[in-house]
């Protein structure tokens, strides 16, 4: 099987940093590879284009978009109360 050229897929974004930590962090606890795509922040420091993506290969998408889903009913989309502290 050549795993060489993998087709990547967009399965969060955010424009908080913090935030796609955590979702990296739980796809990682369930051996999901994640990877971060912030295409623009190399060609603009323009505070408006600041979106990073997390991407994972296409045969984890599904598995990745139970994952975050699990984890926004958890904390009940609240993000900014679990970031504080």
Do not use: G, W
């Not at 955010?14 to 796609?20: L, Q």
């Not at 623009?40 to 505070?47: A, E, K, L, N, R």
């Not at 296409?58 to 984890?71: G, H, N, P, R, V």
């Amino acid at each position: 099987m050549n795993m060489e050229r993998e087709t990547r897929v967009s399965v969060f974004e955010s424009e908080n940093p913090s935030e796609i930590q955590l979702i990296k962090s739980k796809l990682d606890a369930q051996d999901v590879t994640s990877f971060l795509n912030d295409k623009y922040m190399s060609f603009t420091t323009t505070p408006t284009a600041n979106t990073i993506r997390l991407m994972v290969n296409l045969q984890d998408e599904q598995k990745a978009f139970d994952i975050i889903d699990a984890y926004i009913k958890e904390t009940d989309l609240d993000f900014n109360t679990n970031l504080k502290n």
